[in-house]
Protein backbone atom coordinates (compact mmCIF):
# COMPACT_ATOMS: atom_id res chain seq x y z
CA UNK A 1 0.00 0.00 0.00
CA UNK A 2 2.67 2.49 0.75
CA UNK A 3 4.19 1.78 -2.74
CA UNK A 4 1.16 2.43 -4.52
CA UNK A 5 0.63 6.02 -2.53
CA UNK A 6 4.95 6.85 -3.32
CA UNK A 7 4.10 6.04 -6.65
CA UNK A 8 1.23 8.20 -7.43
CA UNK A 9 1.86 10.75 -5.33
CA UNK A 10 5.99 11.03 -5.67
CA UNK A 11 6.52 10.95 -2.17
CA UNK A 12 6.47 8.45 1.06
CA UNK A 13 3.02 8.73 2.91
CA UNK A 14 3.82 10.27 6.70
CA UNK A 15 2.36 7.15 8.76
CA UNK A 16 2.70 9.19 12.14
CA UNK A 17 -1.08 10.02 11.35
CA UNK A 18 -3.73 8.19 11.15
CA UNK A 19 -6.88 8.89 8.88
CA UNK A 20 -8.93 9.12 12.07
CA UNK A 21 -6.44 12.39 12.82
CA UNK A 22 -6.08 13.51 9.97
CA UNK A 23 -10.30 13.67 9.68
CA UNK A 24 -10.38 15.42 13.16
CA UNK A 25 -7.72 17.72 12.43
CA UNK A 26 -9.52 18.85 9.41
CA UNK A 27 -13.00 19.23 11.20
CA UNK A 28 -11.23 21.12 13.79
CA UNK A 29 -9.82 23.58 11.26
CA UNK A 30 -13.20 24.13 9.80
CA UNK A 31 -14.93 24.71 12.72
CA UNK A 32 -12.63 27.42 13.75
CA UNK A 33 -12.68 28.94 10.38
CA UNK A 34 -16.54 29.10 10.36
CA UNK A 35 -16.23 29.95 14.14
CA UNK A 36 -13.96 32.78 13.21
CA UNK A 37 -11.27 32.27 15.56
CA UNK A 38 -8.55 31.16 12.77
CA UNK A 39 -8.31 33.86 10.46
CA UNK A 40 -5.47 33.18 8.61
CA UNK A 41 -7.45 30.34 6.85
CA UNK A 42 -10.15 30.73 4.07
CA UNK A 43 -12.18 27.20 2.88
CA UNK A 44 -13.28 27.22 -0.21
CA UNK A 45 -16.19 24.70 -1.99
CA UNK A 46 -14.81 22.95 -5.12
CA UNK A 47 -16.57 20.43 -7.71
CA UNK A 48 -14.96 17.07 -6.77
CA UNK A 49 -15.22 15.67 -10.39
CA UNK A 50 -15.17 17.76 -13.91
CA UNK A 51 -19.40 18.88 -14.80
CA UNK A 52 -20.16 19.37 -17.76
CA UNK A 53 -21.88 18.29 -20.86
CA UNK A 54 -22.28 15.23 -23.16
CA UNK A 55 -21.88 16.32 -26.82
CA UNK A 56 -22.01 15.03 -30.26
CA UNK A 57 -20.40 11.48 -30.48
CA UNK A 58 -20.42 11.24 -27.10
CA UNK A 59 -18.14 13.52 -25.89
CA UNK A 60 -17.94 15.24 -22.64
CA UNK A 61 -17.40 18.53 -22.72
CA UNK A 62 -16.20 20.02 -18.99
CA UNK A 63 -17.80 23.24 -18.12
CA UNK A 64 -16.16 22.86 -14.51
CA UNK A 65 -13.00 21.49 -14.27
CA UNK A 66 -12.00 18.54 -11.17
CA UNK A 67 -11.22 20.76 -8.14
CA UNK A 68 -12.86 24.13 -9.34
CA UNK A 69 -13.80 26.42 -7.17
CA UNK A 70 -17.90 27.22 -7.24
CA UNK A 71 -19.76 28.87 -7.80
CA UNK A 72 -17.96 28.83 -11.80
Same mark, same amino acid.
Do not use: C, S
Given at each position: MNEKVTE @?? #??????RI????????GAALLGAGLS?? @?? #??SFVDVAPPSIGLRAAGDRFV????KSGTLPA
Open positions: @LF #ERKPLLTPDEAVAIGE @LE #EVPLIK
